[in-house]
């Protein structure tokens, strides 16, 4: 696979790909797409041209980024030792004695050029009793309106 | 395959509706196969049980709208197919023509295994209310059915109590969810709070019903139909509306 930062084709002849100087001004990839029992095509991904050109082209493909999922290890350090430790990402926080980490955001400051995360702590120690709330609801809504109910179904259905 | 299946619940629906109530169940059962063989074609090509995402979640639903039909008929005394194909069309219609059906990248925030059961509890749910509307209209529209099924009013409750369950596990998995993705168990979020209210509108209709029995049938179906109306708003205004800005925003 190759890549380009300034993506030039000469479209006489043997039609040959090159980069030309500059960075970032039409960035492209290579890719060989193969598929069973033919030969691998070339074709070239754009950045800056998505949907450049048409279906049957060697020049089509979309070139979509799209955000999978943001990552952030975490170190939990008290008096010098490492007590707890994740990779967090997004649905999966870290639990630390009633702290709970989560991944938030992800961003890029232009200011100094580097990514940087968003992580959110809440405080949630009241959680289980919640939870346990939960339960008994989902227990008891399932009890009486499927069981008690359909059981007097039933018993209507025998009278 | 799913125009197949939804054209043939709708031509059940019209032959119901002019009284061919035999052939218009045939094809309902016709349009069940088609369903279930997408179901199951779709299985094998995905190789996982295909409730990974919305398109998944509405085919299976729209499947089953004929077995839920059948259970009610028998099982609980219900009977109004002519709804039950209504509703399985409008079920396989998102399938059909909203959600892609090739695999995407989700967000990250809906990349999590609540997203299936939490959607899935919910329309299933939502079908069953809007069935339990179907009897309230009838007991308003004071049409009689056979004598060895429920009358209307009564029928109208077995099947909010046959529904509200799933809303409430609706409600209880997307507030442990929110837990996880946004740090909250309760956001405060406009789709939260309307289906909430929906959720508080049938408990509601217990009480009254509870308190009053069949005293006042007529109310007791209004309350049912109110609770559909709430629904409806959490299912569409709150995600269409520019009003509500919220975390739903991509449902």
Sequence with gaps: MRTFENFRIDLEGDRQAYDAPGIDINPAVEILETSPGDKPTR????KNRPGHAGQNSF???KYRREVSDWISELKVIEEGRIVAQKAIEVNYPLYYRGYHLYQSSLG?????????TVLSVVNNTGLTSVYVGYVFLSLGVVWRFWFIRLRKNKAREAR | ???ISMGAYVIALILTLRRRNRVGLVVFAGGFVVALTSFIYRWIQVAHWPMQNLFEVFLTLGMLSFPVSLFCRY??????????????AILLLPAGFIFNAEPQQLPPALQSPLFAPHVAVYMLGYALMA???FCAIAQLADISSNTDLLPPEQATYTMVCLGFPFLTLGLILGSWWGKLAWGDYWSWDPKELWSLASWLVYVVYFHFRYMFRSKHPRLNSILAIIGMVFILITLL????SRLFPGLHNYA
């Excluded at chain 2, 099982?75 to 399985?88: P, S």
């Excluded at chain 2, 205004?237 to 269409?240: G, Q, S, T």
Aim: aromatic fraction near 20%; charge should be positive.
């Design chain 2, 1 to 3: 395959m799913i125009y």
């Design chain 2, 131 to 133: 069935k339990a509307t």
């Design chain 1, 43 to 46: 074709r070239f991904v754009f």
């Design chain 1, 59 to 61: 020049l089509a493909m």
């Design chain 1, 108 to 116: 890029y400051d232009s200011q100094t050029g580097k990514m940087y």
């Design chain 2, 75 to 88: 099982f609980l005394k219900v009977d109004n197919h002519g709804a039950d194909m209504f509703i399985g």
């Design chain 2, 237 to 240: 205004w709150a995600n269409l």
